[in-house]
């Protein structure tokens, strides 16, 4: 074989393996959600009991077929407040999973709810997502951005992601993806609540973890949220975000 044919056939053999690596791995994110911003005009007591943003870490697990965004244990967020209250501000974070099967189009997501599991199994929805000119690099990666105005569930959210086409995983945080490349970071709201990538590892995830969740009571995405605006409505219009004010 002349030497010229042997390197352009190591060359594309060595291309598809890099290509092959970039689609298995674990990505680590960083949520930092703004506490404050839904908060009414009138909440002073409230916006001065808890602090402006909350950042919590999860990841995500991925294959060229099949993903999985879950939250990655960290020690109880509790904040106590001073003032001879003994206020105790405590943020809790429901325990989620959100598992996606690229190659059947099928996605499970298992959520907790007032210390109950349910899972909510449905087809990965096509997203109208428009992308756009603009690029930036996420952790060494050259990424294209992509919008999205989210009306589904009655809310309105302008939804700003931007995707790596080096990673060609259509995946990406919670249930976000169906892009050509890897969500590296996902803004909610002009900074209501970003998801932003801090690291990859080109690893394998562990035996068992890439798995569909099967624990929980089969519900649909419609009866979960009339579930969750029942509780809002009890708690007189309020969803907390997940937190209890404790006072001694």
């Not at 044919?5 to 053999?13: A, R």
């Not at 709201?189 to 562990?206: F, R, S, V, Y």
């Amino acid at each position: 074989m002349k030497p010229y044919i042997l390197l352009f056939w190591l060359g594309l053999f060595l291309g598809t393996a890099l290509t092959a690596q970039k689609t298995t791995g674990v990505i680590q994110f960083e949520e930092k959600m703004n506490m404050h911003r839904n908060l009414p005009p009138d909440a002073g007591d409230m916006r001065a009991m808890i602090p402006e943003f909350r950042i919590m870490k999860s990841e995500l697990l991925f294959t060229g077929t099949e993903s999985l965004y879950r939250n990655v244990e960290e020690e109880e967020d509790d904040t106590e407040m001073g003032g001879g209250g003994g206020v105790m501000i405590r943020m809790q974070r429901p325990d989620a999973v959100f598992y996606k099967n690229l190659s059947t189009n099928r996605k499970i997501d298992r959520r907790e709810f007032m210390g109950k599991y349910y899972l909510i199994e449905d087809a990965i929805g096509q997203t109208p997502w428009k992308i756009g000119a603009e690029t930036r690099e996420i952790l060494g990666y050259s990424c294209m951005q992509a919008v999205w105005d989210d009306t589904t569930g009655g809310r309105q959210r302008h939804l700003t992601a931007w995707f790596a086409p080096d990673i060609p995983v259509a995946a990406g945080p919670v249930t976000y993806g169906q892009l050509p490349g890897m969500i590296l970071l996902l803004d909610i709201n002009t900074g209501e609540l970003q998801l932003t990538a801090t690291k990859i590892e080109w690893t394998a995830p562990n035996k068992g973890e890439l798995e569909a969740p099967s624990k929980g009571d089969k519900i649909t995405q419609a009866e979960f949220q009339q579930l969750m605006d029942e509780r809002i409505r009890a708690m007189g219009g309020s969803s907390g975000r997940g937190i209890r004010v404790i006072r001694n």
